[in-house]
């Protein structure tokens, strides 16, 4: 079982390199975030108004404009 410490690390790991794809293609980081282990990547279109509130490292959003391009990335 995984400490609060070590979660929050890996939490804190997977917010910096969400934060890395800005810039990129959404599909293009999507491929990227799965590459590294992150399964549970989402990409989240302009008319997205909600999400579920649950932590979870191995989940990165990647918000895109209308171009598909991720204007900011998160973790959890």
Do not use: K, W
């Amino acid at each position: 079982m995984e400490s609060a410490d070590e979660f929050e690390g890996r939490l804190r790991a997977a917010q910096e390199f969400a934060r890395s794809l800005t810039g990129l293609d959404g599909r293009e980081a999507s491929d990227l975030a799965v590459r590294q282990g992150y399964h549970r990547t989402q990409v989240m279109t302009p008319d997205v108004e909600t999400v579920t509130m649950d932590l979870d490292s191995l989940r990165i959003r990647l918000f895109v404009d209308d171009r598909g391009v991720v204007v900011r990335g998160s973790a959890g």
